[in-house]
């Protein structure tokens, strides 16, 4: 019988760490990404994370207890601490991203609580999309479920090649072993096929917060790190990391300067931009030279990936919204696309259907020319299809009105993924990854 009595929550573990604002003022910033199936525990795991280092307020924690009284349950229902929408409290799901901020003796982190609902996973792609690394958390009763698969394999599209991966529940087994094992070959092997190239796997309760930043008596056959522990350890953030030899600046505004001249606005991608770069203005292919670069400090010599800024450029030359300037190795430009879709809208994606296709600041119109094929989870393969259904992902040709200046997105995100957008309606229907694969074809 369970001990009810450890359904409040206890103080923090022996062994863990409350890092202080010295520790972390200058510390580099890691983005977490809580993935894995409804029902699982990622929301809970949060919230223990988050009392046991003693990064919660006491105002939060009250407010999660009345929220826990309000709604009915014994004790305090950590997983409140993200799931703050009436909704996600009243059907005990997470809808939206919620986005919260913690610390480790030696980085900063922000955790995007990512829903596991299939219905919602458009926002776990979302939150998925400016991560560094990934916590997934798997149900050890129920084990690799479909929708935990693709939520790894929607991860690793979007870049994440570091996973802590924390086996949850395991006080409903009795803590054995075997039933641990069972469910970590299951990651491993889904994660090697991925290409995942670091995995930790971790044997928790979140509920009563073993292993997740302690180690727990009640695994005497584990040896391995803690949650805590192990998200400490993970390589670090690449999520603005750019592997292009040059800089990219995507204009998104164009702007008139009180001397009559032109400033163009938008953020640095890739590499550093330098007063004095000769940039290549594409798709028009016009060479032209950085005058001048203002960011929210004032003037400036230099702009760095992820900075926003306004440029001018010493010579008159037409450059609109949607244009890129680039230095180094140029992107490519052009109307036919290879993209990796991950498939959102309710009606199939289908060859000859027409969107609004949205590519850094451009915005051009499209036709699927196209459907290559579907990712199949289980055959861990692209399988020939003619259409893509909803929450599926696919491979597709698309060809543009106007020329589209991209990078893979490995080597540079913002280059290289975009979305397509209903016309009629405005909705979102998919997001694309260019020069990206599942799995291999």
Known sequence: MRDTSR?????????????????????????LAAIG?????????????????????????QAVADASARRGVEGVELAYVTDGLKAEREQGITIDVAYRYAATS?????????????EYTRNMATGASTADAAVMVVDVEKGMREQTKRHLAIARLMGIT???AAVNKMDRVDWKEEAFTSVAGELQDFAAELGVSTMIIVPISALYGDNVVSSSPRAPWYSGPSVFTAVDSLPGATSLASSVEGARFPVQWTVR??????????????????????????????????????????????????????????EDIDVSRGDTLATGTLPSTSRELEVTMLWFSSTPLLAGKRYVLRHSTKETQARVTEVTGVVDLEARSIVPFDSIEEHGIGVVKVETADPVVHDAYTACKGM??????????GDTCGCGLLGVDTFAR
């Not at 199936?37 to 924690?61: E, M, P």
């Open 7 to 31: 359904m409040a929550i206890p103080s923090r573990p022996q062994g863990g760490h409350t890092p202080a604002a010295s520790d972390v003022d200058e510390a580099p910033l890691l983005r």
């Open 257 to 314: 300067s009180t001397n009559g001249g032109r400033e163009y606005a938008g953020m640095v991608l890739g590499g550093i931009l330098h007063r004095g770069d000769t940039v290549t203005v594409l798709p028009r292919n016009i060479r032209a030279t950085v005058e001048a670069i203002a960011t929210i400090s004032g003037p400036a010599e230099l702009a760095a990936p992820g900075e926003s800024a306004r440029i001018t450029l010493a």
């Open 162 to 164: 570091a996973v802590v």
């Open 37 to 61: 199936s409804v029902d699982d525990g990622k929301s809970t795991l949060i919230g223990r994370f988050l009392h046991d280092t003693k990064q919660l307020f006491r105002d939060q924690i």
């Open 416 to 425: 290289g993924s975009l979305i397509l957008v209903d016309p009629v309606t």
């Open 106 to 118: 030696s980085r900063k982190l922000i955790i995007a609580d990512c829903p596991g609902h299939v």
